[in-house]
């Protein structure tokens, strides 16, 4: 029975590796296509497919079909026929296009048609309007299959007909069919530089075109199409490939074509094209190198994966996977072929297969643990005390590592974290007493040059074990931290890159990356769907040869350069068998990424699916004026420069790729130099628009990249604004003249004005002057009302009502003194003094009569007909107060004297307090300090006054042993 098991497998892998599936891209009519029946394809030298239908010709630029459609009109703006049998283009680069109602010529330059009918009548029109296929040879002579009548040619220089007599040789070379009076040639291929291929309805036939000579060469076989080393044939069947067994089998894959195929177009790089009754489909060789390989036989796959686990052995070479769907553990040779199966006995999850740095090969389901012993291919268990295990809960071994003491840490999902030491033949377990509080463990790492291990779990986040002092350190995500910290509490997978970060698979937080070098408070950095990954949901991880990650995640595989972290990621339109690759990740000895499947495994190498294309050509897709597209306009792909006059200003150019692989990866660049400062990064419109260009020459540049990676400059186009008639030389040559002769008429009336603007610039000033000195007394009465509703609301808080009502009194005659002195520039000094007393009656209402004051008036002033502004000089009083006399718990004392000096009016403000010393490194302490504008308000008063009055007026401030003492002194 085994041997005819692993004859079984054989045969099985025998027949998966002789034909690989394939991977198509199928377009129909919910892609764009006109019709899902395809005839015919044509790639043109610019790099659009064009696609013949039954319904209408198609452009693709690899996003969007253009239709082509019979239209009311003019003749040359519309094709013939909706019906496309064959597309060609000659080297001048026409396209010629075979339909069911004549022989058509687009002009991909002026976007215009020419069409060839047949007209009934011997005047050496077309043979017939129904033409089936066309070939154009080397002299620039387009051969046609006209239906029911002889080999055609189209001199194209010319523009003339000849026809050879195939009918006629037809009979005579097959005699059993010369009654047929259907007689067709089909379609025409290249038999060598001079000589075509006539396959029809009779027979396979060739000419000589030289000679002019036609031969029978029997019956026309299937067309056979080399591609990727195997023969590839098309037919009613659909695509055929090599088979083991029958020699030609239905190819099997994602998309595969199916039903009759009519066409197929091979472009130099790989890529095919096939057409026919269901569509349209792409392959290209840059997406078959994910490989799939079936383990087992059975049922369809179910729809999960079950190859959890996949290993090549470094020891034996051979290959063990972990299945969970039928719980074994299967063997292959080194050459694909079984060499047996290995049940895994026990209860609970299935999840552990490592081979350890001796060649032992570890297992374990449940809380049962083995060894496999590979020359019997049996399982020998490992005992582990149970009294590491809670009876009632579940666990698992799920990951095994060894770290730098040679000491074997087993993960167990359920019970934390077990320690083997093989030395001593004892068992541990981590616990709070060493910082480990998890128990759904989930990935070990070790890294013994740094004696360190890494404990990944899927309830507290990423444990960082230090050796030697027998501590961990947990790392989770920190919501305040979010670019520093972990990704996500719940941690799958852990590996190590080529130049020693440690890399963490979370859910859902992204991809993140531990480096040992890093601050301490930013230790992570995180990738994330923002970066390019394909989801933050992410299962597996594995180092490469290279030393580079690869990730699995819940929308395809991810790769990160650990370099340059340039990122690339891969899902099923790159090829990728699987939607979501959420099992065994890991790098076999030679290199090759292995991922584990539904029923088996896919294979593929990281150099060969990094491959980057060579760089697009950039396609012109459209362009617009105002947002209408230029029909009748030359095609912008053949311009080197564009002149639009000014009012075409607004312009919205349309551009693709000629990289129709997975084309939503493509990203493009653009910019208007003289118009752009820089690149502008395209929207997914593919569209440049601009408005309101002033009139100048420009380059418009266009450039496309991939995935982080930007080619070079692909398309430059010079674009020249005309300026508008008003906006040229010789128009504002004669403005210019205009406007001479009117200056010179102006120039004696502005003479006569400047006096008169002279004077108004003087009144001006001294109303600007008084304006500003409004402006500042506006200030100071907000400054005023503050401090005295301050000391009010003080009063009331600690219930002084009698204090309170005698400080409104006094402070309601303070605010009508305001209002009143605050409608004249000036007041007389007796009013200033009336308000400088009630202001300071009720600060020492407010400080309690912490201090004394004294107001002293020399004789020879007199106040009642003095003018000085207001509120002049209130603030320095305020500033004796707040920062000299608020500190002295008691005897403070204020005094203000006023007295004539010479030409002057003197004013003096003098206290006893700390001095602006002390006070200033008393602010300098406080948390919330009093923020007093008034001395710089006055000081700027104090500028002003002397330019609108040229008063003299002089500010000194005066330290004093023990108090400030401030002059003020005004012109009288």
Known sequence: MPRLLTLFFALLLGQAAAQQPRFFQHFQEREGLSSKRVQCLLRDRQGFLWVGTEYGLNRFDGYSFRHYLPEAGPSDRSISSEIIHDLQQDSAGFIWIATSKGLNRYDPVSGRFAVWQNTGRADGSIPNSLVWNTLCDSNDRLWLCCDNRDLAC????????????????????????????????????????????????LGLFWFDTQTQLFGFAGQTPAPEYLVDGQVWSIGPRGLLLPGPATGASLATGANVPHGPLQTILQEPGGVVWLGGAEGLWRYDPQQQHFRFSPTRAGSPAPDHNTVLRVLDSRVDGRRYVLDTA?????????????????????????????????????????????RLDRRKLRLVPFPVPPQWFDPATPAAFVALAEDAQGRYWFGLNGAGVLIWDPSGEKWQKPGEAEGFIAQNTSALLADPARKTMWVGTEDYGLFRFDEGQQQCTLYRFEEDQQGCSLGAYMVNGLCRDGLGNIWVATDPGGLSRFEYAAPADCPFRTFSTQQGLPS?????????????????????????????????????????????????????????????????????????????????????????????????????????????????????IGFSSTQFLQPEKNRFQYRLSGFDADWVTANESRRAAYTNVP???????LRTGREGRWDTVGYR??????????????FKFLLLAGAAGLGVGAYRFRIGQIRKEEGLKSEFAQHLAKVEMSALRAQMNPHFVFNCLSSINRFILVNETDQASMYLTKFSRLIRLILDNSRSETITLAKEIEALRLYIEMEVMRFSGRFSYEIDVEASVQAEHLEVPPLLIQPFVENAIWHGLMHRKEGGHLRIAVAREGGFLHLQVEDNGIGRQQAAELKSRET????????????????????LYDARASVDIEDLPQGTRVHLRLSL
């Open 154 to 201: 189209f001199d194209t220089r010319r523009g003339s007909f000849q026809t050879f007599p195939w009918k006629a040789f037809a009979a005579l070379a097959v005699p059993e069919k010369a009654a047929t009076s259907y007689k067709s040639i089909l379609r025409l291929s290249r038999k060598s530089p001079h000589e075509l291929w006539l396959h029809t309805n």
């Open 717 to 730: 186009l010079a674009v020249y604004v005309r300026p508008a008639f008003w906006q040229t030389l010789w």
């Open 695 to 701: 009139p100048g020459r420009y380059w418009f540049e």
């Open 326 to 370: 039928l719980q074994e553990i299967q063997v292959f040779r080194p050459d694909g072929t079984a060499a047996g199966r290995v049940a895994v006995p026990g209860e609970g999850k299935l999840a552990l297969l490592e081979e350890d740095r001796h060649g032992q090969l570890w297992t374990g389901r449940g809380k049962r643990l083995y």
């Open 536 to 652: 933050n949901k992410v299962f597996r991880l594995a180092t490469d040869r290279q030393g580079n990650v690869w990730a699995g995640t819940a929308k395809g595989l991810a790769w990160i350069d650990a370099q340059t972290l340039r990122l690339r990621a891969f899902d099923h339109h790159s090829g990728l068998p699987l939607e979501l690759p959420d099992m065994g990740l890991s790098a076999s000895p030679t290199g090759e990424m292995l991922l584990g499947a539904a029923q088996g495994l896919v294979a593929f190498w990281p150099e060969r699916v990094l491959a980057e294309e060579p760089p697009a050509r950039i396609l012109i897709t459209s362009f617009s004026i105002f947002d209408r597209e230029k029909i009748d306009s030359l095609n912008i792909n053949f311009l080197q420069e564009i002149n639009l006059a000014s009012r075409d200003n607004f312009f919205a």
């Open 928 to 947: 919330l300090t009093h923020r007093s504008h008034g001395m710089q308000v006055t000081a700027e008063r104090v500028q002003i006054i002397n330019q």
